[in-house]
């Protein structure tokens, strides 16, 4: 039986999930948190999807067993396309939160405009986002954006600088000065913000997940009359077992939003 003062585990491919749990922290700041990074497996954006599926199982199973946890914040893009519906059909006494780009935000600001999704290879590929491009393709013009090599420059800790600048810059040549909106369709990139926004220009409104998937888990756990409103608790655990992970988990948690 799920109680209050257990934890909320939230799971990411490796570190990009602390942006989903910064927004977290602003909505329920006295919860306990499980943060567990599987940065020895990543990135998850290049393997394939049942590879990403078999890796968000293996990662649910340690969490349910291994602690006491009464809601399961998926904070990756692609494990929430490649696997949250067996997630939720392996653990239907859990709640299960996923996440996916903000598409939607995107075309109700933007009606019209042209709205970048940059996403990570599976994420793009999966039906999940298939079927949320059609929604809106009628709305507004989109643009698919792959961003390989991202996610490893930001597990390894370089956010803002010249090589993940010029990286940025490559990924995004052939869309400067064509965007209203770039929808940041993996959890690692809004880390990137800075340089991204450099790019771009200013003008550029970019959206991520976060917030909403925030939100979501806030109406769930009130649905089920399970909000915690303790001093609040952060645990940091990551698949590679080393310190340096740990570090840049805590930093990206603190840096200045």
């Not at 602003?26 to 998850?44: C, H, K, M, W």
């Not at 399961?72 to 996916?100: F, K, M, S």
């Not at 756990?221 to 655990?237: F, P, Q, R, S, W």
Request: with cysteine; proline share 4%.
């Amino acid at each position: 039986m799920n109680r209050k003062h257990d934890y909320i585990a939230v799971f990411d491919s490796g570190v990009g999930g602390i942006s989903v749990l910064r927004h977290l922290l602003r909505y329920l700041p006295g919860e306990r948190y499980l943060y567990f990074g599987d940065s020895v497996n990543a990135p998850y954006g290049s393997r394939t999807t049942e590879e990403v599926r078999q890796l968000t199982l293996a990662a649910a199973e340690k969490l349910t067993t291994e602690y006491d946890i009464k809601a399961l914040v998926i904070a990756c893009n692609t494990a929430t396309a490649a696997a949250v519906n067996e997630i939720r059909e392996t653990y239907p006494d859990l709640i299960v939160i996923g996440i996916e780009p903000a598409l939607k935000v995107g075309a109700d600001r933007f009606p019209g405009g042209c709205i970048g999704v940059m996403a990570t290879e599976v994420t793009l590929r999966e039906n999940k986002f298939d079927t949320l491009l059609h929604r809106f393709e009628d709305d507004c013009t989109i643009a698919k954006i792959p961003a390989p090599g991202l996610v490893q420059r930001i597990e390894a800790g370089d956010t803002d600088g010249p090589e993940t600048e010029n990286l940025l810059r490559t990924i995004l040549a052939d869309h400067v000065g064509k965007l209203d909106a770039l929808v940041l369709g993996c959890t690692h990139y809004p880390f990137a913000a800075k340089a991204i926004s450099r790019i771009l220009g200013d003008n550029v409104r970019l959206l991520d997940g976060g917030d909403g998937t925030a939100r979501e888990t806030k109406r769930r756990l009130e649905e089920a009359c399970l909000l915690e409103a303790g001093d609040g608790e952060v645990t940091i655990i990551n698949s590679a077992g080393n310190p340096e992970m740990l570090r840049i988990s805590r930093e990206l948690l603190y840096q200045e939003r």
